[in-house]
């Protein structure tokens, strides 16, 4: 027995009272517990504590993110589109302004021209009626048109050498300008000259005669007149040049500005002075960036140059950008205060949680250690509020609960309940405090002592509502069968707990004692384990680290936490072992509740392993494998071992024709099967999608495990739908060398296998040349992007034929990459890295503009029958954007319907043929006929080709060669012509490289044809050639 004694306590009655049994009862002191009343009643309840709910300054931090992302994307798409508009408006408004101008200078210059045309034609008129006269009747009708026309200085008739024939001065440099370009009634425009006053004259120049000359002089100053007042914005300029970029007059920011004279570099696209054009750049005269429109279209081989301020254009568009980088910025302010602030609420929460928590579980241990229960009186309607030491003490179920005031009055002693219910009525209904004593029965029949105390909780409580406490002080009232009653309450308690219980001897390590719950979890009767350790629930490999942490044990030191136990019948079960340490008959035990948590660690055991594991399989992932093989490693320095990388050809394929049960269960055959083999040599891993890792511990096993791998994938799956062959690539690693890791070495191993997918074949060693061939392709993959930008594809067409009149009814344009070293990429090379990249759709766009471009070509040449086919990959078909684009181009070029045709191969359709499907039917809304290329040697199927919108099958050269002597090939021909024309289909055969071939073909009912038999692929300039030849 041990005493403890209470701080308050004085006499032998008390002292009793306070005394404990081996069970470890806490202090029963009424008046020690009476004190804890009010605050136990405003605590929580530990069912009552609210739950923990996940962050919503993390998901709010998340979308806050997307959104911001979305915004800040749209808002540049937005500004880009923005600027790109206002630079083409100012394009647009240059080059309307440099028309302008150049036609207001036609005019100008048409008048002059007309007005010396009428001096010459006077002239030939006054040598005729009065020649003695002519020549004084010359210079009165030149003064005349002089001083009608004030922007002229003067007009003088000029020889061939420009020696002056009238008054005025002549022009020795007149046969260097005027002469070479002499054309009848055409006024011709000279250089200019100083006027020795800082001005300019422009010279002009009119036949006169069989080689004489009208020479004028014109002020420059009458151009920039003319453009003076034109509204060209504050960066703005119109400059008028001649054909050699000297400026016969500029005007800018509204003001003329002193820049005739001096001579510019014409842009190639006018440097003959004739002809519009619009482009952006650096002014040569002032620096300004501008977008400058040229016109040169009046005939005088002057050219006139308008250009709008980059600058000034863009401004109201800077502003623009400075309001979308404001929004931006308080977007992501208000995002970020908005994130701090729930943050900050959701510690705060936290912090109140873990308090409430905190004084719940303080309420508990207090509750648990003083053997003391709490109350609350919760409604009018008497519905009290329980612990479950409350529930317990009243021999209900040891838990949290709301009951009826009757489940409890009911249990008191018949001669104790009329004086309760008086006592507790009063305190409710004038709030003075509740302090009585009574008896309940229990249901095994025996009595209990409770003493149970309240008052109004705290201020502010209406009037009955009380709370308060309960304990039970049988042992006072019953001081002589206090440690009987007591023994009994605990073995009810002992023996009626659902967790297993017992008591062991800390020095024997021998069971004392055990409840019902622990013979039904682990099997032994009671006797059974009254003759036991608590070793022998442990598996052996555990008694160890039990002993160990039994001598580290000090005290009252628990050794809890989770265990391993075996049943008697030799299953486990994992517990989490709850122990005290107490004194049990004069002797030190432990005090120890066992709780099954079996399940939640087969859950965590389960989520381990999903981790580690491809679900579907059942294997290791390959990251998984990859660790233990490192770890393997650096454990057994120089320890080699073999990889095998299996990977499953065409299993892809499966879902979408046989089911997907059956490919999963094709999946997991396989598996099972690969398994056996990883078990045999070592270990086994599964890579999505459809690849297997095996790994040969023993490297020298490579062999064997090759040869079983083999074995196990030539066998068929047989499913309901019969035995499905499969075949499978395999790659062999060995390694690692110095310096690599497991991933390295797989990584061989799947090089190995990509190479045997290639070649087709069944199994390939690993060699440094794969990985050599490897990165020659990434570098290829890299200068593919930039063979877009530096326009290193080409198309060449091949002619397809008719072959009822050998008649030319279409091409099929061909991609080739010319490298700038000179060769070709084959395409078999760079068309699935172009699909792999994601290339193929850039490049596709290209070869559609380019066939439309071909096509207007053939056109042009007489040959607008001729059709152009172009291939389509996978990745552009079930994209969503062809029938636009094919739209967009045939709009663009002006192509009628069925000038563009579309190949597709058979795995392309297959591949997701209700998505194929649609986008064949907006083609051919858009006038695009349909084939399907090398058909016969892909997935073929009746199904898509009655369903689907086609137009021509092409038959693959693989059947075309030698049909005229291979009856196998003849019969496959006849086959598939049959089946087209069964289906309304035409057929071309592909790969006609004999006369026999064709004539065979044409014999058997086959449409068209195309070969190097009757051509290979050439540019276009080479076909357009050949069909001239041929015509």
Not at 426 to 444: C, I, Q
Not at 536 to 563: F, H, K, S
Not at 849 to 870: K, Q
């Amino acid at each position: 027995m041990r005493w403890r004694r209470c701080s308050r306590s004085t006499g032998h009655e008390q002292g009793e009272h306070h005394r404990q049994n081996e069970w470890g009862s806490g202090c029963a002191c009424c008046g020690c517990l009476a004190r804890l009343g009010p605050a136990l009643g405003k605590m929580p309840l530990q069912n009552e504590m609210p739950l923990r709910s996940a962050g919503s300054a993390a998901m709010v931090r998340t979308v806050g993110v997307v959104l911001g992302v979305v915004l800040m994307v749209g808002l540049a798409v937005l500004l880009l589109q923005d600027r790109k508009a206002r630079i083409d408006a100012a394009h647009r408004q240059s080059l309307a302004l440099a028309t302008g101008v150049d036609r207001l200078l036609y005019f100008g210059l048409r008048n002059l021209e007309r007005a010396m045309a009428g001096i010459s034609a006077d002239a030939e008129v006054f040598a005729t009626t009065a020649p003695e006269q002519a020549q004084a009747l010359l210079v009165d009708g030149v003064e005349g048109v002089v001083s009608r026309h004030a922007e002229l200085h003067s007009i003088v008739l000029v020889d061939a050498r420009g020696q002056a024939m009238t008054s005025g001065e002549g022009d020795p440099d007149l046969p260097g300008w005027a002469t070479p370009m002499r054309s009848a009634g055409r006024l011709l425009v000279g250089p200019l000259q100083a006027d020795g006053d800082g001005g300019w004259w422009l010279r002009l120049a009119f036949p006169f005669g069989q080689d004489q000359w009208l020479l004028s002089r014109l002020h420059a100053s009458e151009f920039e007149r003319m453009i003076r007042d034109l509204d060209i914005g504050r960066d703005g300029s119109v400059t008028m040049l001649d054909q050699l970029g000297t400026v016969l007059a500029r005007v800018q920011n509204g003001g003329n500005v002193d820049f005739a004279g001096r001579r510019i570099q014409l842009p190639d696209q006018v440097r003959d002075a004739t002809g519009t054009a619009s482009l952006r750049m650096v002014s040569q005269l002032d620096g300004v960036e501008r977008t400058a429109g040229f016109s040169g279209t009046n005939g005088y081989g002057v050219l006139v140059a308008a250009g709008i301020g980059l600058d000034e254009a863009l401004t109201p568009w800077m502003w623009l950008v400075a309001l979308a980088s404001a929004i931006v910025a308080l977007y992501w302010m208000g995002l970020g205060y908005l994130v701090y602030r729930l943050a900050t609420g959701e510690r705060a929460r936290d912090a109140l949680l873990d308090e409430l928590e905190a004084q719940a579980d303080w309420l508990d241990q207090a509750q648990q250690a003083a053997s003391t229960g709490v109350w609350r009186l919760e409604s009018d309607d008497m519905m009290i509020r329980v612990s479950a030491h409350t529930a317990a003490i009243f021999g209900l179920a040891p838990e949290a609960a709301v009951l009826p005031a009757d489940r409890f009055f009911e249990r008191m002693h018949p001669e104790d309940r009329a004086r309760v219910e008086q006592a507790f009525a009063e305190s409710r209904g004038s709030g003075t405090p509740y302090l009585t004593e009574y008896r309940v029965l229990l249901d095994d029949g025996s009595e209990r002592w409770i003493s149970a105390r309240g008052g109004v909780a705290g201020s502010g409580r209406a009037p009955g509502r009380l709370a308060g406490t309960v304990v039970d002080i049988t042992s006072r009232r019953l001081a002589q069968a206090r440690i009987e009653r007591a023994e009994a309450q605990f073995r009810a308690l002992f023996e009626r707990n659902p967790l297993p219980f017992w008591v062991f001897d800390v020095a024997t390590l021998r069971f004392i004692a055990v409840n019902q719950a622990a013979v039904a979890a682990y099997g032994y009767s009671v006797r059974e384990f009254l003759e036991k350790t608590i070793l022998d629930i442990r598996p052996p490999e555990d008694r160890p680290a039990l002993m160990g942490a039994m001598r580290q044990r000090t005290g009252d030191q628990d050794v809890d936490g989770v265990w391993t136990h075996v049943r008697k019948d030799g299953s486990r079960l994992d517990v989490r072992i709850f122990s005290s340490s107490i004194e049990f008959g004069g002797r030190p035990a432990r005090l120890v509740l066992a709780e099954d948590i079996s399940d939640r660690m087969t859950y965590e055991r389960d989520l381990a392993w999903r981790a580690t594991h491809d679900s579907t399989t059942g294997l290791e992932t390959v990251e998984a494998l990859t660790d233990r093989l490192d770890r393997r490693a650096a454990d057994a320095l120089g320890a080699r071992y073999a990889v095998a990388y299996v990977r499953l050809r065409e299993l892809e394929l499966v879902a979408p024709t046989l089911g997907r049960s059956t490919s999963e269960l094709l999946l997991r055959e396989m598996a099972e099967r690969i398994s056996l083999v990883g078990e045999t040599f070592g270990l086994a891993g599964y890579w999505p999608s459809e690849s297997f890792v095996v790994v040969a511990l023993d490297a020298s096993r490579r062999h064997e495990m090759l040869a079983a791998l083999e074995e196990a994938i030539a066998m068929p799956v047989h499913t309901e739908g019969g035995a499905h062959p499969v075949e499978a690539s395999i790659g062999i690693a060995e390694g690692p060398e110095p310096g690599e890791g497991a991933e390295q070495v797989i990584g061989h191993a799947a090089l190995a296998a990509l190479k045997a997918w290639q070649e087709q074949t069944q199994a390939l060693p690993y060699d440094h040349a794969m990985a050599e061939e490897a990165a020659e392709r990434l570098a290829l993959a890299r200068s593919l992007r930039d063979a877009i930008d530096n326009r290193e594809f080409e198309l060449h067409y091949q002619p397809i034929r008719r072959l009822e009149d050998n008649r030319l009814v279409s091409v099929e344009a061909l991609l080739r990459w010319r490298r700038p070293g000179g060769g070709h990429v084959p395409p078999a090379t760079f068309i699935p890295l172009a699909e792999a990249s994601g290339l193929i759709v850039p490049i596709g766009r290209w070869v559609l503009a380019e066939a439309a471009l071909g096509y207007r070509r053939l056109a042009a040449h007489g040959h607008g029958d001729v059709a152009v086919a172009i291939n389509i990959s996978a990745v552009q078909l079930l994209g969503d954007g062809l029938p636009d684009a094919i739209r967009s181009v045939q709009a663009e070029h002006g192509l009628p319907v069925g000038a563009l045709h579309v190949e597709l191969t058979e795995s392309v359709v297959v591949r997701r043929p209700q998505v194929a499907r649609a986008r064949m039917l907006e083609l051919r809304s858009a006038g695009v006929r349909i084939s399907i290329d090398d058909f016969g040697t892909g997935f073929s199927s009746m199904a898509y080709l009655r369903n689907l919108p086609l137009d021509c099958l092409k038959i693959d050269r693989s059947f075309v060669q030698n049909v005229h002597a291979d009856e196998r090939n003849a019969s496959i021909c006849r086959a598939l012509i049959a089946l087209a024309r069964g289906l309304g289909l035409g057929t071309i055969a592909e790969g006609v490289e004999r006369e026999e071939e064709l004539e065979w073909l044409r014999r058997n009912g086959c449409e068209q044809a195309q070969g190097y038999h009757l051509g290979r692929p050439a540019p276009l300039d080479d076909l357009l050639q050949a069909l001239r030849a041929a015509a």
